[in-house]
């Protein structure tokens, strides 16, 4: 998570939302990734998708475990089902609810930590800048 | 239709899963795409991803019709219902049972073709590549 939140914190550096992923395979790190909604212009590259984009082309994802800073929006939540994801840790979800339960109604085992300092960066951001929290969930929170 | 079906043509002989998708506002076109998973090495880029991607970043999809030629998967579906798009439009079902249900159940209104042309090109490609269609689904169809 420690790692994860560094990426959140280098989106919020780069003027982008700040949540971060890494994908964990059998203690090993995959890939990491951070939201690229304004450092690349795209809706889709939340951090949960940038950092399964940046583990490549795979058949499975049986051992792997995906950190992510911020509770799951939708878009991530189905990726996670669709690849078949079976771990999550989730930072907090104080920010945003996500979809821990529909997670967990699909066979995904969650941990949700309540982690401070990712509840701490994703406030300090949408304070900051509410219209762009808004637009990256399109108003969906 | 016509134009997700061009797109998935595309995608089938750039030797990539072809599928498709067109996204729609008021009458016109925005944004095409298809999947990319072979092309960029992207397994978040399914056909309807790509299409969101191409529209950039956009504050509302509620005047959106997002038109793909084979019913969506877990992932397509979530980003559907995330971003607040309305209306889908999909080819065929019989490749690949998606997740018609979840989306109407999120309010989506969703209108099914069962199109002969779509189904085909889909059926033809699982036949030539079916380790490549479990890869992209990594085996949840």
Redesign the interface.
């Given at each position: 998570m420690r790692m994860a939140f560094d990426e959140a914190l280098r989106s919020y550096h780069e003027g982008g939302v700040p949540v971060g992923a890494v994908m964990v395979e059998n203690g090993k790190v995959i890939a990491s990734g951070h939201n690229r909604?304004v450092q690349d212009?795209?809706?889709?590259?939340h951090g949960e998708?940038d950092c399964?984009?940046r583990?490549?082309?795979?058949?499975?994802?049986d051992d792997v475990t995906l950190y992510t800073t911020l509770s799951p929006?939708?878009?991530?939540?189905?990726?996670i089902?669709?690849?078949?994801i079976k771990r999550v840790v989730v930072g907090e979800n104080r920010n945003f609810n996500g979809n821990i339960g529909f997670l967990e109604k699909n066979g995904v085992e969650v941990l949700l930590l309540d982690d401070t300092e990712c509840a701490t960066l994703m406030a300090r951001f949408i304070g900051e800048r509410p219209d762009l929290w808004?637009?990256d969930?399109?108003?969906?929170d």
């Open positions: 909604r212009g795209d809706p889709v590259s998708m399964i984009r583990a490549g082309r795979r058949n499975r994802y929006c939708m878009m991530c939540s189905g990726a089902v669709q690849f078949g808004d637009e969930v399109a108003g969906n």
